[in-house]
């Protein structure tokens, strides 16, 4: 009979008198506190939160945070990306890959980035108040309130005052987004139930004005959403259109918490804190609600037609209309601007390309308007921090860093290395800039080629929460 506790029959025969014990049996040496489950044990040199030794990040158990900083370092670079699609420019249009309505938008996408030099300065202007949803009087006496107030709770209201009315702003826009939503739901489902959505989609008022949500928000809690519920749970139909329903579900809710009514409640509210009352005096709800009737709520959400060129310019890209072979790469410049829009992202993005008298180029810039902390801190130095890349099709790819603050101002710029002989006009002219505008420039370095290549190299704020306490559940 066989030796089972033996791997193989000595070759002397079966000797059942002594038992080898498994090399592998036991815990090793290396192994210190092994996981106990009813215990509480050292952690030693266990690397749970994914690092080496040499990285010992505490509670970083996969965290939200640390995945940002890894998509940040892992996303498709959009400067390379929208740089290769805007300089092919009409070889798109005529490579024959596309069909009739994706040529339209990407032709009026090619259009809306030409422009003269007068025209620069405005555009840039533009779109960095787009970029900036809360702009005014209003909003800057807000951070005013939050940044010189200790009170929490006067911080919460105003945070959500500032989100009611973001919504309120914005209800348009989701409105839309619910109506095409619905109807992309309509493809998931069979005909006869298809029509009836169709019925009920009728009493949608897609006109009403931003802030009146009382009736459209009824007809969609109490018809429409109980109408798909019953489909799915009738049909058991857990696909597609069970995750369409989720995101349904989370547009309404912000449709519904823009009403003008709670955005006036809200800050009813606001006018019980006598942190809140030092920068607004006796401003009561009521003449608020009247200067609620004179903002235009399509520039205070961010309203930008060159935008909008834009993103139909992704749509029809990402649909495939400018091929399927081009596909992925739309969907990795839509990637990238989404990671850049980031809750964990303190920085404003900017992105455009831009065919400038007959020479095309595309600029990406991060900016920081106050590395320091807030502005409105007394005794704080303000300085603005500035990352911009651009590349121009004739040149290269040149890279600028920019420090700009009340008590010194420093920048470096990486630029093509077959523009090395020219680095002294480079130097020439960029000190010529600034003496041109009145800016003070104390340190100016120049390089061939290099730079950084990412946000997270230029700014330290992007990591400040590495070593926190994150950890998702």
Do not use: C
Request: glycine share 8%; net charge negative.
């Amino acid at each position: 009979m066989a030796d089972v506790l033996k791997v193989t029959t000595p070759l002397s025969g079966y000797d059942n008198s002594t038992i080898k014990n498994n090399p592998q049996a036991g815990q090793g040496l290396q192994i210190q506190n092994p996981v106990d489950p009813s215990k509480v044990t050292r952690g030693d040199n266990r690397t749970d939160s994914g690092g080496s030794k040499d990285q010992q990040l505490a509670f970083q158990y996969r965290s939200n945070f640390g995945t940002f900083l890894n998509m940040v370092k892992n996303t498709p670079d959009l400067s390379r990306i929208l740089t290769n699609v805007f300089f092919q420019g009409e070889d798109m249009l005529t490579g024959g890959v596309m069909g009739e309505e994706a040529a339209k938008r990407i032709a009026a996408f090619f259009k809306a980035a030409q422009m003269n030099e007068e025209d620069l300065l405005p555009f840039l202007k533009k779109q960095a108040e787009s970029s900036a949803r809360f702009s005014g009087g209003i909003f800057d006496k807000l951070r005013q309130a939050m940044a010189e107030t200790n009170s929490v709770d006067l911080k919460a209201d105003i945070l959500d005052f500032i989100k009611k009315f973001n919504d309120m702003s914005a209800g348009r826009h989701i409105l839309n987004d619910i109506s095409r939503t619905v109807k992309d739901m309509q493809n998931l489902v069979f005909k006869q139930t298809r029509e009836q959505i169709e019925e009920l989609l009728k009493e949608l008022d897609l006109t009403a004005k931003d802030g009146d949500t009382a009736s459209n928000s009824t007809l969609l809690k109490e018809k429409i959403v109980p109408f798909l519920g019953r489909y799915i749970s009738a049909n058991h139909d857990m696909g597609t259109i069970r995750d369409k329903i989720s995101l349904l579900t989370v547009l309404i809710s912000r449709y519904e918490n823009g009403d003008r009514e709670e955005v006036l409640q809200a800050f009813s509210k606001l006018t019980g804190y006598q942190g809140f009352r030092r920068f607004f005096g006796d401003m009561t709800p009521e003449f608020f609600g009247q200067m609620l009737n004179q903002v235009d709520m399509e520039q205070a959400a961010g309203k930008n037609e060159w935008s909008d060129q834009f993103l139909e310019f992704l749509r029809a890209g990402i649909s495939g209309g400018a091929g399927l072979e081009n596909k992925q790469m739309f969907l990795g410049m839509l990637q990238s601007l989404v990671m850049s829009e980031s809750v964990y992202m303190p920085l404003l993005h900017l992105a455009f390309p831009l065919n400038l008298n007959g020479k095309k180029l595309f600029s990406e810039m991060w900016i920081d308007p106050d590395e320091e902390g807030s502005s409105t801190q007394s005794g704080v130095s303000r300085s603005a921090r500035f990352f911009v890349k651009f590349d121009i099709k004739e040149l290269g790819e040149f890279k600028l860093v920019l420090v700009y603050g009340e008590d010194m101002s420093s920048l470096q710029l990486y630029y093509p290395e077959k523009m090395q002989k020219s680095e002294n006009s480079i130097q020439k002219g960029i000190k010529a800039i600034f003496e041109q505008h009145r800016f003070r420039l104390d340190n100016l370095y120049l390089q061939a080629g290099g730079g950084p290549s990412s946000p997270v190299e230029v700014f330290p704020k992007i990591q400040e929460g590495k070593n926190s306490v994150d950890v998702k559940i």
